[in-house]
């Protein structure tokens, strides 16, 4: 069985911090990798993914997540927050073609 | 731009109640899943499902039943509603199995089993 451990539950910041949350998984084969986002009252959508190739990919808002295949982590990062980057942030492993969500990461950005 | 939408946002229901939560997404997406969000749990899979009439009991089954009829439509059951299944329900779709992780979420629905 797969598995997803996001070590980060609360994360508070300002303004211009760098951001690094912590994902890493458990899985014996090939695995899709995903973070997805959840902005206050809003859906949960999709920040980036990984299938192959680079391991560092790029998704929207300036976010980015490195894939380490040795140390099975997929974290997340990010420059400089805004306030706008509040959220509730989700890692996802897929493997087998089944979904395992991450217990989640709420940040808290300070203007 | 995909959209999933759920039959209510909001949902009282009595313990022992059967409750039906609807899902309909409009973009002819072959996966379709139901997860319930906790706070500090995640998302926590319940039942999704590949193709029409086809289902796979994810994480957290127990006390839950899905029909998928159509294609479009998804919906969970509970059949004998207890408190321990308040919670926040999220539908999702993805357009086919080799994208299941592509997933578009519905706003959810607050069901509380009092």
């Known amino acids: 069985a797969q598995s997803v451990s996001q070590h980060n539950h609360h994360v508070i910041l300002s303004e211009a911090a760098s951001l690094e949350l912590g994902c890493n998984y458990s899985?014996?084969?090939?695995?899709?990798l995903f973070w997805y986002v959840q902005y206050p009252g809003q859906h949960l959508q999709l920040l980036l993914k990984y299938f192959s190739g680079d391991p560092l990919v790029k998704g929207i808002k300036g976010f980015e997540a490195e894939f380490i295949k040795s140390k099975f982590s997929f974290n997340l990062r990010k420059p400089s927050v805004q306030w706008s980057d509040t959220a509730e942030y989700f890692c996802?492993?897929?493997?087998?073609?089944?979904?395992?969500f991450g217990r989640g990461t709420s940040l808290i950005v300070h203007p | 731009d995909v959209k999933v939408t759920q039959s209510s946002r909001y949902l009282v229901k009595r313990t022992g109640e059967k409750v039906f939560l609807e899902c309909v997404q409009d973009m002819d997406h072959e996966n379709m899943f139901w997860y319930r969000q906790d706070p500090g749990l995640g998302l926590r899979l319940i039942y999704f499902?590949?193709?029409?009439?086809?289902?796979e009991k994810g994480d957290i089954p127990e006390g839950y039943s899905v029909s998928r009829e159509k294609k479009e439509r998804f919906s969970l059951i509970l059949e004998s509603a207890s408190t321990n299944q308040t919670s926040m329900y999220l539908c999702?779709?993805?357009?086919?199995?080799?994208?299941?992780?592509?997933?578009?979420f519905g706003p959810g629905t607050r069901l509380t089993v009092t």
């Open positions: 996802a492993v897929i493997g087998s073609y089944i979904p395992t």
């Open positions: 899985y014996g084969g090939t695995v899709n």
């Open positions: 499902s590949y193709d029409v009439k086809m289902k």
């Open positions: 999702a779709s993805s357009l086919r199995l080799q994208a299941i992780g592509e997933q578009y």
